[in-house]
């Protein structure tokens, strides 16, 4: 069945930096474009960064543009987004998911704070 495993989350101080991955099963992974989202408290699902399936393009919300990094290891079949210079208003609960793929994982928590 489709697995989809979100780590790297944590608490971070604002300016700091962590890299979540997120690690699937189940499908091919080589053929589907992959994004983060990203909850906040008592808010709508956000969509952070979208990455290609091969990884040659990559999309970014303007609030994280600048900031964030997507990318893809297909032989591995995981996704990363790398979040440098994070405030507080990043933190949230992060999800990867597969486009068109009707799944959602446990997501992992960010939370910046001082």
């Known amino acids: 069945q489709v697995q989809l495993v979100e780590s790297g989350g944590g608490l971070v101080q604002p300016g700091g930096s962590l890299r979540l991955s997120c690690a699937a099963s189940?499908?091919?992974?080589?053929?589907?474009?992959m994004t983060w989202y990203r909850q906040a408290p008592g808010k709508q699902r956000e969509l952070v960064a979208t990455?290609?399936?091969?990884?040659?393009?990559?999309y970014y919300a303007d609030s994280v543009k600048g900031r964030f990094t997507i990318s893809r290891v297909n032989d591995k079949n995981t996704v990363y987004l790398e979040m440098n210079r994070l405030k507080p208003e990043d933190t949230a609960v992060y999800y990867c998911?597969?486009?068109?793929?009707?799944?959602w994982g446990q997501g992992t928590q960010v939370t910046v704070s001082s």
């Open positions: 189940g499908f091919n992974f080589r053929n589907y474009g």
């Open positions: 998911h597969a486009l068109g793929v009707n799944f």
């Open positions: 990455i290609t399936t091969s990884g040659g393009s990559s």
